[in-house]
């Protein structure tokens, strides 16, 4: 180079990285500025020196500081700057300043930004030149009057448009005279604030054309040459998305044309350096619009179907060279050859669902793409790189070159696939969709082809399962599981998963009798038992009671198939409940549709079994009866034979929909009564054996097909266990399922009684994940029946063979676990189902009150009798220990509870249970306190779901769709109605 030996480059991001590339490959040193935001930016950083501009301006301003950045330029003893597009690139004041400090500006004269940066001066350029113009006002218009009468001379639409800038700011079409006053106003404001002028002009709107720019470079030996066009038609509000070199929908005869115009217009004011002439194209017809005397954004297409470096030309013209000089090597007009063709698509943090709203974050994956004809210029593009909302959105910018259009764009669609970036939103899918539209690839589109194409704003949701896995993964392994304290990381051995012979046959169970004579052979079948039947809770209530649900679903696949082959002549095994569902979204983040459709085909044999809380389904309050419907209805179809239905206050209007809802699907109905309370405790006087007599008669006359005894909290005693059985037995003509926790330890003793009064079903589990608060052991019953009348059917043998896996597989669950390592006979007085028992804890140690779980313990049992001494399960169970809780925390007395009554915030539950949304309990609500909850609130009388509106399922489904970004599977509906957690996106 003669004159530069060093440029500063007055921009930031990919224009600026590119600048620097150029000068470095011809020897340049060079100098970037950098804002206090871009501190850590990319191309201060591929520069030789890096200076700090702008400091304690706001972020833009930065960059058009022209003291500083003159200063800057001074003090590194630059001789050249180079402004980039955008920013100062078309700043008059810049060029000037640059001029009187002896600095060359690579770009054009200032006499040429001030012809070009004006539009109205621009269009009196091309009118001298007689290029073609669009008819306007030939100048600023002095007011809205002036508009309409453009309008009503030149006809409507037309367009206002800011005298200074681009970029589509401080441009409003204007569709016919009622929209003027709105445009204008619009446009002027925006153009002040953009521009710093307010000065707007009227031109004609051609409707729907083409946008064609034309590639020039001068230099100031009096060459001028065109580069051919480019095809800037795909933009949307004026700002270009997508282009295309050639353009590929024009002849070439009109290419001729357009491009010769260009040059005629361009020699006609001696332009030097690189700028733009663009067109509107209509039919063969053309328009001038506008010049942009700079380089632009999509050069980069033009440079690889030309082959001409047009950054490194403008330092060479800048420099003094002729562009034919042997060293620039810019080919006379009639030599250069358009070769092959090329696409560049602007890849940005824009969300293109989100009215192309930028979005901002830290980019944690960005793995770009390559091969031959490729090229990419980025920015701040890379991994670990924080999106700011201070600049563009513009993160990489994609070219892809061809022989053909065709071959550019099967590179262009590849590389739109090979892209990650994760951490921000991008407009990928949205370019995607756009090169791979017929109407792009045909040429066959306008300016509003974006506008007009409402198909290309739909495209899969990318759902990043990889990166979120490993996200997940590292934030684990640093912070460690919610819930679970930092230690030192433990060391197990593999668990002990039995080896199934392969090829062996799995034995027929009790899901073959129901397909094969439905509820009521299985109903005989039971009949026909001399032995007591068992089904095994280990894969739900058993880890429920012990370890707060946590169990994955990774360790009951691993021992499924053993226990299909195993334990074939179990009555059922119990799959689900409602805090499956809860733990399974909230902190497993797993599907438990999936966890039951993959055990469903992994045990075929042996019926499944779940907990429905009636009107509550899975949830914790009523909701309308065709959700309850439909979630049996997609239960029974994913797996489910065996309903265990119940009312957490023993409320049969509460069970009766879902009872009608599974005898309609063919599964069996075990409606069940909860028992509470002691029925040989004479001073007991509200759940007496006549209360369980009587319920177990009106279930019969609702249709159940097996009479369910639930007692959540371990409370029956063996002595009233065998009363119970023995008057149910004389009772009802069903079969009897007994389920009990082993809290007291008193559970083997209390089915040994139960099954001598002729129960046919009860709960057990697998040895390790058996007692305390969970059920009884099933190899502990067998051998405490052994050799009596009504044994068992259970292989003791294969029992513990699958128990030493859970031996095993425990220890994984340890932070969980509550710990119990002896039998607690206070639950015959805080009376605390046994599933409850780990949950309150963990919540009672997430609100500080791990200490004083005893304390909770015990206002358990006082705001039971607060409550009337209701039946306690889930969801009714949950509202005395959220109270048990509050109270324990706020340092609250059932006295000051009523003391303070009007001034206390309720628990939200404790309200809706007060309000009837679970129900009514047996007996009422203690009208004292139900006013104090309630404050003026009426209660329902009715059941809640009868009053309900029916949930539109398509509806939720659309509003579900909006914001997880596909279309939801009806499973993964089901989060919305239970728990509430509308975000979750479960992957099915």
Request: proline residues 4%.
């Amino acid at each position: 180079m003669n004159n530069i030996k060093k440029v500063l480059v007055a921009n930031r991001g990919e224009i600026a990285i590119r600048v620097l590339r150029a000068c470095t490959e011809l020897r340049i040193k060079t100098v970037a500025i950098y804002s206090q935001e871009d501190t850590g930016a990319f191309h201060r950083y591929k520069a030789d020196e890096a200076y700090l501009v702008g400091e304690g301006k706001k972020p833009i301003d930065a960059y058009l500081d022209i003291e500083n950045i003159i200063e800057v330029a001074k003090e590194a003893d630059v001789d050249a700057i180079h402004p980039g597009y955008g920013f100062l690139s078309e700043n008059i004041e810049f060029a000037r300043r640059c001029e009187q400090e002896g600095i060359i500006f690579v770009g054009p004269k200032s006499k040429h930004l001030d012809m070009f940066g004006d539009k109205i001066k621009a269009k009196e350029q091309a009118l001298l030149a007689d290029i073609p113009v669009i008819p306007g006002s030939n100048g600023p218009v002095s007011g809205i009057d002036d508009v309409i009468e453009f309008g009503k001379k030149n006809g409507y639409p037309l367009m206002i448009k800011a005298s200074l800038g681009g970029g589509g700011r401080g441009m409003r079409v204007v569709p016919s005279e009622e929209h003027v006053k709105e445009a204008f106003e619009r446009a002027a404001s925006e153009a002040k604030a953009a521009f710093g002028n307010d000065e707007v002009y009227v031109e004609k709107c051609v409707m729907n054309p083409k946008h064609i720019e034309v590639q020039i470079l001068g230099d100031s030996h009096g060459n001028i040459v065109h580069l051919f066009e480019r095809d800037c038609s795909v933009q949307r509000r004026h700002q270009k998305v997508v282009e295309v070199a050639p353009c590929n929908a024009i002849t070439s005869e009109l290419r001729e044309r357009i491009c010769a115009a260009a040059v005629k217009l361009m020699k006609n004011v001696d332009y030097l350096n690189a700028g733009t002439v663009e067109f509107l194209v209509e039919g063969e017809e053309f328009y001038f619009i506008e010049v942009n005397p700079r380089v632009q954004v999509e050069h980069t297409i033009t440079e690889m179907i030309t082959g001409i470096d047009i950054v490194q030309s403008q330092l060479f013209i800048a420099d003094g060279y002729s562009m034919h000089d042997q060293l620039v090597a810019i080919p006379q007009q009639a030599d250069i050859r358009i070769q092959g063709s090329a696409i560049q698509c602007r890849i940005t943090t824009e969300d293109p669902l989100n009215n192309f709203m930028p979005d901002t974050g830290r980019i944690n994956t960005y793995r770009s793409t390559g091969g031959f004809g490729v090229r990419l210029d980025a920015g701040n593009g890379f991994q670990g790189t924080v999106v700011t909302p201070f600049y563009d959105s513009l993160l990489v910018k994609l070219s892809t070159w061809g022989m053909t259009f065709e071959q550019a764009l099967r590179k262009m669609v590849r590389n739109l696939v090979e892209f990650r970036i994760r951490g921000v939103k991008t407009n990928i899918p949205f370019l995607l969709n756009v090169v791979r539209h017929p109407d792009f690839i045909s040429g066959n589109y306008n300016t509003s082809f974006i506008d007009s194409t409402p198909e290309l704003f739909k495209f899969p949701h990318v759902r990043d399962r990889g990166t979120k896995t490993l996200r997940y993964i590292s934030n684990v392994t640093v912070n460690g599981f919610p819930g679970i304290k930092h230690g030192e990381k433990p060391v197990y051995n593999e668990p002990r998963v039995p080896k199934i012979p392969y090829g062996q046959k799995i034995e027929p169970g009790t899901k073959q009798i129901l397909e094969a004579k439905g509820p009521e052979g299985v109903v005989d079948f039971v009949k026909s038992q001399d032995g007591v039947l068992l089904t095994d809770t280990t894969l739900r209530d058993a880890h429920q009671s012990l370890l707060a649900t946590r169990v994955r679903s990774k360790d009951i696949y691993q021992i499924a198939d053993a226990m299909a082959h195993l334990l074939p002549n179990m009555f059922s095994f119990e799959m689900w409940g409602g805090a499956t569902f809860d733990v399974a979204y909230r902190f497993l983040n797993e599907d438990p549709w999936e966890r039951l459709e993959t055990l469903r085909k992994q045990i075929p044999n042996v019926m499944f079994q779940m907990l429905l809380r009636g009107a509550n389904g899975v949830g914790y309050k009523n909701y309308p009866d065709n959700v309850i419907r439909e979630f049996v209805k997609l239960s029974a179809q994913s797996g489910i034979d065996v309903f265990r239905v119940f009312d957490s206050l023993n409320w049969i209007k509460g069970m009766e929909t879902s009872i009608e809802a599974v005898r309609d699907t063919g599964k069996i109905v075990e409606a069940t009564i909860c028992y509470t309370g002691d029925i040989d405790d004479e001073t007991r006087t509200k759940y007496t054996i006549d209360y369980y007599k009587d319920m177990a008669k009106e279930l019969v006359a609702q249709g159940t097909h097996i009479l369910g005894i639930k007692d959540m909290a371990g409370l029956l005693k063996p002595q009233a266990a065998y009363r119970l059985i023995n008057e149910l037995k004389d009772t009802v003509d069903v079969p009897i399922h007994l389920h009990t926790h082993d809290t007291s330890g008193n559970g083997i003793y209390t089915y040994a009684a139960a099954v001598s009064a002729g129960v046919d079903i009860v709960d057990v589990a697998s040895s390790a994940m058996s007692g305390a608060t969970s059920q009884p052991s099933m190899t502990g019953l067998y051998y405490g029946l052994v050799n009596g009348k009504r044994q068992t059917n259970l292989n003791a043998h294969n029992s513990q063979i699958l128990n030493h896996y859970w031996e095993d597989v425990r220890k994984y669950y340890k932070d969980f676990d509550n710990a119990l390592n002896s039998p607690q006979t206070e639950v015959y007085v805080h009376e605390m189902p046994g599933g409850q028992y780990t949950n309150l804890q963990q919540q009672a140690t997430a609100v500080g009150l791990g200490d004083r779980f005893d304390e909770v313990k015990e206002m358990y049992s006082t705001v039971n009798q607060m409550f009337g001494d209701i039946v306690k399960v889930t969801p009714s169970s949950k509202v005395v220990g959220d109270m048990a809780l509050f109270m324990v925390q706020n340092d609250l007395t059932e006295e000051l509870v009523y003391e303070k009554g009007d001034t206390i915030d309720f628990p939200d539950s404790v309200i809706e249970f007060f309000r009837g949304e679970i129900g009514q309990p047996y007996g009422g609500f203690p009208e004292k306190l139900q006013k104090l909850v309630l404050k003026g609130q009426k209660p329902l009388t009715d059941r809640p779901g009868a009053l309900m509106e029916p949930v539109d399922f398509a509806k939720v489904k659309e509003e579900l769709q909006e914001k997880i970004g596909y279309e939801p599977s009806d499973a993964t509906l089901w989060p919305i109605f239970f728990i509430q957690k509308c975000s979750l996106t479960i992957n099915k």
